[in-house]
């Protein structure tokens, strides 16, 4: 096991992140609307997510257990680095969205391992919404205008807004409730 959570604690922390991202779109629409029309190109939300990959990913490299080929930590830990600077000097469209992707692929797996071998039905909330993120982000990292694209869409209408953030933030008060319930 990479992380050491339990499925009740993965579900709280999957719910309250849920949560936060739902609630200021459904209370105020217009400002977070604009934002997050801004968010795709916006340089530094490139750079600050870019960084938080990075310092997970290094962390993860650094301290996981990789058996037959833990050989290659030590050229990978020198690789992760370089290629953070090579893709922050070459790499300028839609790079929140890459990082946001990626973000999503490395915030998935804990959920996934806390859930493993429980048997619980309600386990299921984090594992759909774990699929659901991995999907997002390899979308996201390999079409990132896909993105732009979604964001446009949920931003026609108000109704469609408040839907999309009502039902995220339904799922999220499922999933806290689970995890104070069932976990």
């Known amino acids: 096991m990479i992380y050491d959570f339990d499925l009740r604690t993965a579900g709280i922390v999957a719910g309250v992140l849920l949560l936060i991202l739902s609630l200021p779109g459904f209370i105020k629409p217009s400002t977070v609307q604009g934002w997050v029309?801004?968010?795709p190109r916006s340089r530094v939300a490139g750079v600050v997510l870019l960084t938080i990959?990075?310092?997970?990913?290094?962390?993860?490299?650094?301290?996981?257990?990789?058996?037959e080929f833990?050989?290659?930590?030590?050229?990978?830990?020198?690789?992760?680095?370089?290629?953070?600077?090579?893709?922050?000097?070459?790499?300028?469209?839609?790079?929140?969205?890459?990082?946001?992707?990626?973000?999503?692929?490395?915030?998935?797996?804990?959920?996934?391992?806390?859930a493993f071998f429980r048997y619980e039905t309600s386990r299921l909330f984090l594992t759909v919404l774990a699929y659901l993120m991995i999907v997002a982000g390899l979308f996201w990292v390999t079409m990132p205008y896909l993105l732009r694209d979604?964001?446009?869409?949920?931003?026609k209408t108000t109704t469609r807004w408040h839907a999309i953030?009502?039902?995220?933030?339904?799922?999220?008060?499922?999933?806290?409730?689970c995890a104070f319930t069932q976990y």
């Open 165 to 177: 953030h009502g039902l995220a933030a339904v799922y999220a008060i499922a999933i806290l409730a």
């Open 53 to 67: 990959v990075l310092v997970w990913s290094f962390w993860l490299l650094a301290t996981m257990e990789m058996g």
């Open 37 to 39: 029309k801004g968010l």
């Open 70 to 114: 833990s050989s290659f930590r030590r050229p990978l830990l020198i690789i992760l680095p370089i290629g953070y600077l090579l893709v922050m000097r070459f790499v300028e469209e839609f790079l929140a969205v890459r990082a946001l992707g990626i973000l999503c692929l490395l915030a998935a797996e804990p959920l996934l391992e806390a």
């Open 150 to 155: 979604q964001i446009n869409w949920s931003t």
